[in-house]
T-cell receptor, first 114, second 112 residues
Framework: AQSVTQLDSQVPVFEEAPVELRCNYSSSVSVYLFWYVQYPNQGLQLLLK??????LVESINGFEAEFNKSQTSFHLRKPSVHISDTAEYFCAATNGGSQGNLIFGKGTKLSVKP | ETGVTQSPTHLIKTRGQQVTLRCSSQSGHNTVSWYQQALGQGPQFIFQ???????GRGNFPPRFSGLQFPNYSSELNVNALELDDSALYLCASSLVEDRGYTFGSGTRLTVV
C-alpha cells in the first residue's frame, strides 16, 4: 500500500535561515506528489505539486521541492524563511489511477523564531 | 473561482447522535472528496464522489456516508457518533483530469 512519511514532526528555525522539510513516499506505481500548508484553525492550502516533467517545482512564495525517484523523496526547501512561514506542512501522494485519493504524511510543524 | 466552502464551521454533538456536514465545490469541479483530520494527525481519506457516485472509499465504517448533488455540492453524514469522531472534516474538490485538489476550511466536529 502507498504511504507517505514525514521524517520530522517539528522543525524550529530562526528567521532568514534555510529550511528543509523531508518527505519520503512508497509506491510501486507512478505517483503524483503534493505539499500542503495549514495555518492554525484553517484548512489546507496547496503549496506546490509534482505531476510530471521537471523534477524541480516551485511555489510563488519561495518554496521549492524536488522529486527524486531513486530515493523516493520529495523534500521541501526554502533558502530563507520568514516568521509568516510558521505553519504545519503536509506532504501527500496519489497514484495515477482514476480514484486519486490523497495519502498524507503526519505533518511537520515549522516554527520560525525571530 | 469561488473556492470550496464548508458549513458549519464548528459543531458540537452528543455521542449517538447523527450529523450532516455540507460542502460547496469549486465551480467546474466534478469530483469531491472528504477527509478526517484528527488532532495532531494528517488527513485521512473517507470517500470520494464523481458524478454523484461513490468513486472510492477509505477505511471508514458504513456509518460514514455521503452524497454528491447535480450541482456538485456534497454532504457527509455520520450516524451513531462516537467520541473518536471528534475531528476536523475537510472537503476537497477537483477535476479528475487535473489532480488539482482545492480544500475547504473544514468543519470542526466535537462529540461529547
Amino acid at each position: 500500500a502507498q504511504s507517505v512519511t514525514q521524517l520530522d514532526s517539528q522543525v524550529p528555525v530562526f528567521e532568514e535561515a534555510p529550511v528543509e522539510l523531508r518527505c519520503n513516499y512508497s509506491s510501486s506505481v507512478s505517483v503524483y506528489l503534493f505539499w500542503y500548508v495549514q495555518y492554525p484553525n484553517q484548512g489546507l492550502q496547496l503549496l506546490l505539486k509534482y505531476l510530471s516533467g521537471s523534477t524541480l517545482v516551485e511555489s510563488i512564495n519561495g518554496f521549492e521541492a524536488e522529486f527524486n525517484k531513486s530515493q523516493t523523496s520529495f523534500h521541501l526547501r526554502k533558502p530563507s524563511v520568514h516568521i509568516s512561514d510558521t505553519a504545519e506542512y503536509f506532504c501527500a501522494a496519489t497514484n495515477g489511477g482514476s480514484q486519486g485519493n490523497l495519502i498524507f504524511g503526519k505533518g511537520t510543524k515549522l516554527s520560525v523564531k525571530p | 473561482e469561488t473556492g470550496v466552502t464548508q458549513s458549519p464551521t464548528h459543531l458540537i454533538k452528543t455521542r449517538g447522535q447523527q450529523v450532516t456536514l455540507r460542502c460547496s465545490s469549486q465551480s467546474g469541479h466534478n469530483t469531491v472528496s472528504w477527509y478526517q483530520q484528527a488532532l495532531g494527525q494528517g488527513p485521512q481519506f473517507i470517500f470520494q464522489y464523481y458524478r454523484e457516485e461513490e468513486n472510492g472509499r477509505g477505511n471508514f465504517p458504513p456509518r460514514f456516508s455521503g452524497l454528491q448533488f447535480p450541482n456538485y455540492s456534497s454532504e457527509l453524514n455520520v450516524n451513531a457518533l462516537e467520541l473518536d469522531d471528534s475531528a476536523l472534516y475537510l472537503c476537497a474538490s477537483s477535476l479528475v483530469e487535473d489532480r488539482g485538489y482545492t480544500f475547504g476550511s473544514g468543519t470542526r466536529l466535537t462529540v461529547v
